[in-house]
């Protein structure tokens, strides 16, 4: 995620036209020579204190190009960005609830904004998500969890632990309404709604293989065609 900056160098001995020696003069010899400097130190920068926390860390991070920094349990992971075929599932969910979102005045992300988990500020990206237009902020980057109505995970090879059983109980603990599992990686791919979430879990799971139509509870109340992401 760094760029090379290309350095154009030029020999101080390219060009010897009119190259005269230098003559040091008898006076100059005897010159005393002084004692060369050291270079002069830079201004010491403003005393701030490290980090010490995985929170305190992911405040500190500037935006990575290609990378994913979230804070799960206490732990700050950082994890690569999505292939195209999980964006694009990302995607096709993201159209299909635009009648959704344009009934019930809602707005959605996907993949791209943080969610704080009130209680631990935890910070979890989700890979979909569904929020009222003037969902409540944690600063200027991140929305609170209390705001969201819907999130959507999609598995993949090395998210399997994380996206089926870790985020679900994390979702379900911040009482977010529903939770949408996306699993191509399953055998044969599947489609999972969790909902009515309760003392860190969720209640009601609907489970379909995926291509076959799949409904998703109020507030969303929707009937999602599972086949967009095959």
Not at 61 to 70: F, K, M, S, T, V
Not at 210 to 228: A, Q
């Amino acid at each position: 995620m760094t760029d090379d900056i290309p350095w154009n160098t030029e020999s101080a001995f390219s060009d010897t036209k009119g190259y005269r020696p230098m003559v040091m003069t008898a006076s100059q010899r005897s010159a005393p020579r002084t004692a060369p400097q050291p270079p002069a130190q830079p201004a010491a920068p403003e005393d701030r204190p490290l980090p010490r926390t995985p929170r305190e860390i992911f405040e500190s991070l500037p935006p990575i190009r290609g990378l994913r920094a979230e804070v799960i349990d206490g732990n700050l992971i950082v994890s690569s960005s999505a292939t195209p075929r999980h964006a694009r599932i990302a995607r096709c969910l993201s159209r299909a609830l635009i009648p959704v979102e344009d009934k019930n005045d809602w707005e959605s992300f996907s993949g791209d904004v943080d969610i704080c988990v009130e209680g631990p500020r935890d910070t979890i990206v989700p890979d979909y998500c569904l929020v009222p237009v003037d969902a409540p902020l944690w600063g200027d980057r991140e929305i609170l969890s209390s705001g969201l109505i819907l999130v959507a995970e999609i598995v993949s090879p090395g998210s399997m632990e994380m996206d089926r059983a870790t985020k679900p109980r994390i979702y379900a603990g911040c009482g977010i309404p529903i939770m949408l599992i996306v699993d191509p990686v399953a055998s044969p791919p599947a489609v999972t709604v969790l909902s009515d979430p309760e003392d860190g879990s969720y209640r009601t799971m609907t489970h379909t293989e995926m291509g076959k139509p799949l409904r998703i509870p109020s507030p969303v109340d929707f009937d999602l065609d599972t086949s967009i992401f095959l």
